[in-house]
């Protein structure tokens, strides 16, 4: 009905109902931005905006629970507890009796991980790790008691000084000055046109290894990175993006940041999978200028017959949400960059007394 109208209205007739639109759209706005209430009533009756938003996080949840039952490659509860034992590990001053709260439910997790075959090597090493250190250092309690008698009878205690905190002064250390880190940053621009040159696997590999080192909230890493490394899927993937018309058919290799929501039980961390996954993407990208390689984040619109779109080419599940798309290649020489002019510190930085 829609498209028919357009087709039969003149112009005028057209820009006149968008005005009329808007204007009552501002007034509903108005009328039901004043409390929260009134805010759940306006995008349920007068807008679908957040419809995906809400399904997609319960459906995360439900996954969530799923995962602790069949545990695959990695567990978001045991990476999370891992992680909140190394804090209280580095605690100043540390407490004598700490994590009782969670060491029951964390071993328990651990167990139950360590008996998948498809637990990643490297995730059960650090959980085992961190247990060994947490159970050598932790005061006795009745609660931390049981949980280490059920660790130790179903494990071997780990060696010290392995996948486990560690002092700051053991950091590597920093091979590159402020100058050359700004010059990376310059280097680092949105390359758009790109030579018909295929991307190699294993650079893109060396690229998401660094990306991985990018801080995440609790180390849950709630994303992972769906390549396209062939230029006509590449441009497919890219054209269900908004603002990709007229240079989407030259991209070599698209990779698309997709968030998991079913790494969280409970709604208020929704957003973490765009903080995280932003985090890492900009690693990622700052990775690729040293391989050669140029990128361009692309901006992903939450608008739901894109989203069908584009999880219909990657195969994503509903509480998969795609953070942003990257394009990547070989930048051509000749090819032009916006200048992109960019806010000075005098505008960004607001002193707080």
């Not at 905006?49 to 990695?74: D, M, N, P, T």
């Not at 978001?76 to 034992?85: C, G, K, T």
């Not at 997709?258 to 765009?274: C, F, M, T």
Request: aromatic residues 10%; glycine residues 6%.
């Amino acid at each position: 009905m829609k498209r028919l109208l357009i087709k039969l209205l003149p112009a005028s007739a057209i820009t006149g109902i968008k005005a009329w639109l808007a204007r009552i759209n501002v007034r509903l706005i108005r009328l039901f931005a004043s409390n929260g209430f009134l805010a759940s009533l306006y995008y349920t009756f007068f807008s679908r905006q957040f419809y995906r938003e809400h399904k997609a996080v319960l459906q995360g949840r439900l996954q969530y629970e799923k995962s602790l039952r069949a545990i695959g490659q990695s567990c978001v509860l045991l990476r999370r507890n891992i992680h909140r034992l190394e804090k209280g590990l580095i605690m100043q001053p540390r407490r004598d009796v700490f994590a009782e709260a969670y060491i029951g439910e964390t071993v328990s997790c651990y167990l139950d991980a360590i008996q998948s075959t498809e637990l990643c090597a490297e995730e059960r090493k650090w959980a085992t790790d961190v247990l060994s250190d947490y159970f050598r250092i932790a005061g006795a309690s009745k609660k931390i008691d049981a949980a280490r008698a059920r660790f130790e009878g179903h494990s071997n205690m780990a060696q010290p000084n392995q996948s486990v905190p560690y002092p700051h002064q053991a950091l590597p250390a920093c091979p590159v000055d402020y100058a050359e880190l700004l010059t990376l940053f310059k280097r680092r621009r949105s390359v758009r046109w790109y030579q018909p040159k295929a991307v190699p696997e294993e650079l893109i590999r060396q690229a998401v290894q660094a990306a991985t080192l990018a801080p995440s909230a609790c180390n849950r890493q709630p994303f992972e990175f769906y390549v396209v490394n062939e230029a006509e899927k590449a441009a497919g993937v890219a054209r269900c993006a908004m603002g990709t018309v007229g240079f989407a058919e030259n991209l070599q290799c698209v990779i698309a940041v997709v968030g998991d929501l079913s790494a969280y039980p409970a709604e208020r961390d929704r957003h973490v999978i765009y903080i995280d996954g932003a985090l890492a993407s900009m690693q990622l990208m700052l990775a690729c200028e040293t391989l050669g390689l140029s990128t361009c984040p692309i901006n992903w619109p939450d608008i739901e017959q894109r989203e069908q779109m584009l999880s219909k080419q990657l195969g994503l599940a509903y509480h998969q949400r795609t953070v942003m798309l990257l394009a990547v290649g070989y930048a051509q020489p000749e090819g032009g960059i916006p200048f992109s002019q960019k806010k000075t510190d005098q505008l960004l930085i607001k002193e707080v007394n």
